[in-house]
């Protein structure tokens, strides 16, 4: 019993996912916002369980679990992040006339399967983790079983998905094969000195398989159609919580496990963060459908945030830290305003749909433009701390090349965000447009987004402790 207290949040969104759906049925549809707010209670309890315990450091299941400052950071970014789609959810649910309740049991199953990701201290669990979540995605990305986009971006997503599962199994098995165990830490003892080609072939099938969650180039083939033809919630959990929950598991592979490959997964890495970045925004420039659009730029957010990896150091963790926090919130933010536009059947989607949208709904276009500015690295915004965090870290380190292509990326990037606020307030309105609807829920997770966009940019060290703690976890 002591040993699973260190699993308390994942048996509680365990369980309230399993009440979801064996109650469902028995709700009434005009009740159907109740197994919205219980996923989003469920998701609160779990947060304000992983609070309580924030200071306490323990290491369960014969080592497999390791519960520390980074796990908890990393469980409450998790938490959050599917708090906010959960809300955001409620609403599209009820305008798409969607009445499967168990929408929200996967939402929550995808949560215990990313907080196991972020706790675990061995590959097997790690696995098993991104197994839950990777399940749990496929079945969301294809939730409108009557819109053929839908089912093919679900059935794509699990086609590429299950290849890059097979990747890094194979990886998790030359590894174990090599030094007898798949624990981090003694990885980390048997795997220094000069690797051989048994450990190189495992790195490199380990890269391909976490490569694939964070859409990192060349396994980024998934994205944009998975985005583009899932429910519009669901793209916002892809491009953010599901890659942070990735990135952050990768942070403590590599940083942990394989450690002493650092030169050789590095090296890697650099290469991937160039193509990565160039891939995502020059296909992003010809973009006309704005699910693509953001599509595009969340895998060149996600070649950004491979800098920090490259780095190797304790700064470069902060920044990857950082950067994961301030992406999730405005990006969130930009997916939950594009959803409350697309209208009902997520069919208001293309950059034409946004003409004169400044002059018809001032909030929402400004909180969009706020997003994409954000995204830009416009300074006094989140992206741009985020961004100054990352080329920081990649300079101390002697970075120089890699820093100069990823400004050179940033000012390309700034062409299409800016032509979306073009479109937005310097086009004419269709007068036949029809309005749009507010709901609250949405509404606040809009506030929400902006506000932190906000003050990460303007007080980034409100999150410094946190961050600081983290990283002293995880690099000892």
């Given at each position: ?30 009740n ?10 469920g ?39 599917l ?63 009557d819109?053929p ?15 890059s599962?097979?990747f ?66 669901i ?12 990135f ?36 992003a ?60 059947g ?8 946004y ?33 100054f ?88």
């Open positions: 019993m002591t040993e699973f207290r260190c699993l308390i949040p994942e048996t509680i969104l365990s369980l309230v996912a399993c009440a979801i759906m064996l109650f469902s049925p028995r709700v009434r549809r005009a159907s916002t109740i197994p919205g707010i219980l996923c989003a209670a998701l609160l309890f779990a947060g304000g369980v992983t609070l309580l315990t924030w200071n306490q450091r323990s290491v369960a299941f014969a080592g497999m679990v390791r519960i520390d400052e980074f796990t908890q950071l990393a469980r409450l970014l998790l938490f959050a992040i708090f906010f789609v959960s809300l955001a959810s409620v609403d599209f649910l009820r305008r798409e006339q969607i009445n499967h309740r168990e929408f929200y049991s996967l939402l929550l199953f995808a949560a215990v399967g990313a907080s196991l990701m972020v706790a675990s201290s061995d590959l097997i669990l790690t696995f098993l983790g991104i197994e839950v979540l990777s399940i749990s995605s496929y079945i969301l990305a294809g939730f409108k079983r819109n986009r839908c089912v093919e971006a679900s059935l794509k997503y699990f086609l590429l998905g299950a290849f599962t097979a890094l199994l194979y990886g998790v098995a030359l590894l174990y094969g090599e030094t007898g165990s798949t624990r981090y830490a003694t990885l980390a003892t048997r795997l220094q000195g000069a690797p051989n080609a048994l450990t190189l072939a495992g790195l490199s099938f380990i890269l391909t398989g976490f490569g694939f969650k964070v859409a990192m180039a060349p396994f980024h083939i998934w994205t944009p159609d998975v985005y583009e033809g899932a429910p519009t919630p793209s916002a959990f892809l491009s953010v919580g599901s890659k942070a929950a990735a952050l598991a990768l942070l403590r592979v590599l940083y942990v496990a394989l450690a002493g490959m650092n030169r050789e997964w590095s090296d890697v890495l650099w290469l991937a963060a160039v193509c990565t970045m160039f891939l995502g925004n020059l296909a420039l010809s973009q006309s459908n704005i699910k693509r659009l953001l599509a595009y730029s969340s895998i060149a957010h996600a070649g950004y945030t491979l800098l920090g990896l490259v780095s190797g150091s304790r700064s470069g963790v902060e920044a990857v830290l950082f950067y994961t926090l301030a992406y999730a919130l405005m990006n969130l933010g930009a997916f939950t305003v594009v959803q409350l536009i697309s209208r009902q997520d069919q208001c989607t293309s950059l034409d749909d003409r004169g949208l400044g002059r018809q709904h001032r909030w929402l276009a400004a909180s969009l433009s706020l997003f994409l500015f954000s995204l830009a690295g416009i300074p006094a915004t989140a992206g741009f701390m985020g961004k965090f990352l080329f920081s870290a990649a300079v101390e380190q002697g970075l120089f090349w890699l820093v100069i292509l990823a400004v050179v990326n940033s000012a390309v990037a700034v062409y299409y965000y800016i032509r979306v606020v073009v479109i937005m307030f310097m086009h004419e309105p269709d007068p036949q447009q029809a309005p749009i609807d507010m709901p609250a829920a949405a509404a606040a997770v809009i506030a929400v987004a902006v506000a932190g966009t906000l003050l990460l940019g303007v007080l980034p060290g409100v999150v410094r402790r946190a961050v600081e703690a983290a990283t002293t976890a995880l690099v000892q």
